[in-house]
């Protein structure tokens, strides 16, 4: 039987060799977050928001345009577009989105100062945190929800701060209305902030004060709230209020469409049973002292049970959504390392370095994760970004040239599962309206990936006879011609000037002629049906715009490379 003794003074002391431990694993743990931040393979969710970007550019938001989801969050991101391609806008993005994480360390890193005045080696909890595969793997990502995280950590902040000085009740719900305006997904946050305060004052101050307080909160949250409304709307602000909390509903129409989810639960389970574990069990030894707790406290502790409940039962668990509760769970490793000492079974320094090692255990797969790279992305989207001039349109259901218009409509351009049986039910009905749209923008390009080939049987039929595959994942306007001077059909839809290419994409000098008019080297071609005739040759040759650039074999053959490999499985 382990019995309990007194702490000696060797346990009140911090220890050089511990805190040099905890600062070395958190040091190459912070490393690697920044290495696979800037190299990660790309999620599909990333380009979205730039190209998003594009066409809310096009419009007056709230009025010839009414976005699904608020903007705030998406707009920050804007500041990237200042890069002078594709490839750059999207590094520039992932920085943005490392920043935003890195915010969200140091809320965490002041919260537990709140929480936990007198405690030592308050690094082991962005340790913990780091040691999540979903936060180190998902939590810099380009998505609107990493910057929501970023407020709502600050919200939390001044939330357990706010017994210093009732205006930071304001504060923090203008800042919680911030993140609520980067996604209405953090009314989740919102949610669990509001009732985390509400019932901590309750128990500490009675039913009053509690209102009082909460009302402060929720003014803070709603002058933001308004104040976006306003700015948008002007004398319609209510329409823009009603837009933002029907614009939801949109999107769950189609979430039907997606299946296995679940698997996600999983994942996250399997992958992180030693951070969850020792999370749960500093929960639980909050829990059991109650009493006892501090204000601050009891407000993150029920802010965190209702984050992490309401994210396992979010109907959509993909794996960045798991990247909120796990911030939050990382702060109650403290609570462990002290309650292992207190038992007398090992030293306070004895436990936080015993910690800090299972922490450690996660960078085995941090350091594979690194293999998990975007370096074909980006050598397609350098490709594909040097094909198109300013003005010309592509086409990939996702939008990886984010400084290029895709051809299609907002946001139906966007070819997720449920979209995509949306399109098919329009057509088994003989409505065709979604791929009319990407055709009459007049794509020069098509990107293949994983979404073009779930719908190959209907994209052949739409670039039969009008582009020719140029390389594994591209496909450019122009038409093959066969060996010998045979006049062939060619269905153009981009309006340019061509002429011809040997299969290794390289330009020859040879006549062209077109519609039987007399044979030129370099012809302009508009938008539909024509006829083509090239020069007498035994060669094969292509007829493609004629300012292509790829000096190297034309690959007409072949597999298609998967551009979205395990972006979500690796």
């Not at 003794?5 to 958190?26: C, I, M, N, Q």
């Not at 180190?136 to 990493?146: G, H, V, W």
């Not at 002292?289 to 209702?306: L, Q």
Request: charged residues 15%; proline residues 5%; glycine residues 8%.
């Amino acid at each position: 039987m382990f019995s309990r003794r007194s702490v000696g003074p060797k346990d009140t002391e911090g220890s050089p060799l511990v805190s040099s431990t905890v600062a070395a694993v958190w040091g190459l743990m912070l490393v690697l977050f920044a290495v696979v931040s800037w190299q990660a393979r790309f999620v599909m969710d990333e380009f979205n928001l730039f190209q998003g970007l594009r066409d809310f550019s096009k419009h007056t938001l709230y009025q010839t345009l009414d976005p699904i989801k608020t903007v705030f969050g998406t707009e920050l991101f804007r500041i990237a577009t200042l890069a002078s391609d594709s490839v750059g806008i999207m590094r520039a993005g992932r920085v943005l989105g490392l920043c935003a994480a890195l915010g969200t360390m140091a809320g965490i890193f002041l919260i537990s100062r709140e929480l936990w005045p007198q405690a030592r080696h308050r690094l082991l909890v962005l340790v913990s945190a780091l040691s999540y595969s979903n936060v180190f793997e998902r939590a810099f990502r380009i998505r609107t929800d990493t910057i929501a995280l970023t407020f709502a950590t600050g919200s939390l902040l001044f939330l357990v701060r706010s017994r210093r000085r009732r205006s930071h009740l304001l504060v923090s719900g203008a800042l919680m209305g911030l993140s609520f305006l980067c996604t209405q997904k953090a009314a989740y946050l919102v949610a669990a902030c509001f009732i985390a305060l509400v019932v901590a004052t309750w128990l500490e101050s009675g039913w009053r004060k509690a209102l009082k307080d909460g009302f402060l909160f929720s003014s803070g949250w709603l002058a933001v709230f308004v104040g976006y409304a306003i700015y948008f709307g002007g004398a319609q602000w209510w329409r823009v209020i009603i837009m933002v909390l029907l614009g939801p509903r949109f999107v769950l129409e189609g979430t039907a469409s997606f299946s296995g989810l679940g698997m996600f639960i999983y994942q996250t389970l399997t992958r992180n049973l030693i951070p969850y574990a020792i999370s749960l069990a500093g929960l639980g030894i909050t829990l059991a002292r109650w009493k006892t707790a501090t204000f601050p406290v009891r407000v993150a502790f029920i802010a965190t049970v209702i984050v992490t409940i309401l994210i396992f039962h979010h109907d959509q668990p993909w794996p960045y959504v798991f990247v909120w509760p796990q911030v939050l769970l990382s702060l109650w490793v403290i609570p462990l390392a002290d309650w292992v000492s207190d038992r007398g079974w090992l030293t306070h320094n004895q436990a936080v370095l015993g910690l800090t090692l299972l922490a450690a255990l996660s960078l085995p797969r941090q350091i594979r994760y690194l293999n998990h790279t975007n370096t074909a992305q980006i050598s397609v989207m350098a490709q594909a970004e040097n094909l198109l001039e300013p003005g010309s349109t592509y086409f990939d259901g996702i939008g990886m040239i984010v400084d290029r218009d895709i051809a299609g409509d907002y946001p139906g351009w966007w070819w997720d599962t449920p979209t995509i049986a949306r399109i098919r039910a329009a057509l088994r009905s003989g409505n065709a309206s979604d791929l009319q749209s990407v055709m009459d923008a007049h794509p020069k390009l098509w990107i293949l990936n994983y979404r073009i080939l779930i719908m190959s049987d209907v994209v052949q039929r739409m670039v039969a006879g009008g582009y020719v595959r140029i390389s594994p994942n591209l496909l450019l306007s122009g038409i093959e011609l066969k060996s010998g001077a045979q006049e062939i059909p060619f269905a153009c839809h981009w309006a340019g000037q061509y002429r011809l290419f040997d299969p290794h994409g390289v330009a020859v000098t040879g006549p062209v002629s077109l519609d039987g008019l007399p044979p030129t080297e370099v012809v302009s071609i508009s938008p539909g049906l024509h006829r083509v005739r090239g020069p007498q040759t035994n060669e094969t040759l292509f007829l493609l715009p004629a300012d292509t650039h790829v000096r190297s074999p034309l690959a007409t053959q072949g597999p298609v490379p998967d551009l979205f490999a395990e972006v979500y499985t690796y």
